[in-house]
């Protein structure tokens, strides 16, 4: 027989199954937009960009001797307390900081992500993700498969208006913004990969190409493109296929970690990275950027990969910086959750070579630089 104390308890199970099951997963992956609607407007960035001496080229950034470090936090710049801890760990403040936007969960430009990194005086990146992250399949498998996202539809035009919409709100910031849009293309597991969601090849190159052209006719030469595969493994989409070539990329970005699922058997940073690296050269003069890495715990040698790291970057000359996952998602690729990668992360970046400065009126480096 059904009562009343029952259904008030069959109430108090669904709500509490709400709360606790599905209300952390609708949060995080809302938490950007929810964050921004509940504080006040971000102050707009006030610079005065300085004219150059005659004769004289604009600072590029990083400067010459140099690279930065950035960070990329689950919450990006809607919630810094990720950030402010990132920041405590590592003993001083990056230059760059990335934040991710899906085409299907954030319909309108918001300029308030963008001004908020540059006001605490860092270069935006964004991760611009041509889905909806809310439909993502839980079937490894049917990751990658939103038909609505084909490359061929972002090509032909669909999009447009979406894209010119975000293409004149980065205009009017009116400082520089790199753009990563549709990274780790040679995967399987995004919508934008060819070997993904019904795209054949030659469409990536198509969709890159058609997004970059409709920013260069509305303005948009605020913008750093920024092109980041993942680092090559067995039965990736070869680089060579998805380029679109140096007039359209302005930094090479590279996404690698020590110890991605089934694979934590100590790999260094040179064994991961290298193979890439060196087809990338064959494919582009521009500089790399590592734009996701960061080490697993799982051996107790988290610290010990992070001292590679910074040790190894410094001679890699075509690599301009680097940005450390802060997220817990496999694992927990926080440096601030172990004193000992703090400490080396903190060590790390104290050399003068991470020492790169940033602000609104530099030219971000278009060419890898070259040393004596």
Do not use: C
């Amino acid at each position: 027989m059904i009562t009343l104390p029952r259904l008030m308890l069959a109430a108090l199970v669904l709500i509490g199954g709400y709360v606790f099951v599905v209300a952390p997963r609708v949060e995080a992956e809302t938490s950007t937009t929810a964050s921004w609607q509940a504080q006040l407007a971000e102050p707009v960035p006030s610079f005065s960009p300085t004219p150059s001496a005659p004769g004289r080229r604009p600072q590029v950034f990083p400067q010459a001797g140099t690279a930065f470090f950035g960070v990329f936090t689950e919450k990006g710049p809607g919630d810094l307390t990720a950030y402010d801890g990132f920041v405590r760990a590592a003993g001083k403040s990056p230059q760059v900081m990335m934040f991710a936007s899906g085409w299907g969960a954030e319909k309108h430009f918001d300029r308030q992500p963008f001004d908020r990194i540059v006001n605490r005086g860092m270069l935006p990146m964004l991760g611009w993700e041509p889905w909806d992250y809310r439909a993502e399949s839980k079937q490894d498998h049917d990751r990658g498969t939103q038909p609505q996202y084909r490359l061929a539809k972002i090509s032909g035009g669909d999009y447009d208006g979406y894209i010119s919409e975000w293409a004149q709100g980065i205009k009017a910031l009116g400082y520089p913004v790199a753009i990563r849009f549709a990274h780790e293309m040679n995967g399987y597991w995004y919508p934008w990969g060819e070997s993904a969601n019904g795209n054949r090849r030659g469409d990536y190159v198509a969709a890159w190409r058609h997004v970059h052209d409709l920013f260069a006719r509305l303005g948009a030469a605020n913008v750093v493109w920024v092109w980041s595969p993942n680092v090559v493994y067995e039965n990736s989409t070869p680089l060579s296929q998805l380029y679109p070539g140096d007039d359209y990329v302005d930094w090479v970005g590279l996404s690698g970690y020590y110890g991605t699922a089934g694979m934590e058997t100590y790999q260094t940073f040179d064994q991961i990275y290298r193979p890439t690296l060196t087809e990338i050269k064959q494919l582009s003069k521009r500089p790399v950027v590592v734009t996701e890495t960061a080490a697993t715990d799982a051996q107790g040698r988290k610290a010990d990969w992070i001292t590679d790291l910074l040790q190894t970057l410094p001679q890699h000359p075509e690599i301009i910086g680097f940005l450390w996952y802060e997220s817990v998602k496999e694992t927990d690729w926080r440096i601030a959750a172990s004193p000992a990668a703090s400490a080396a992360f903190a060590k790390g970046v104290a050399q003068p070579y991470f020492g790169a400065k940033w602000d609104p009126d530099m030219t971000p480096r278009r060419l890898i630089p070259v040393r004596n």
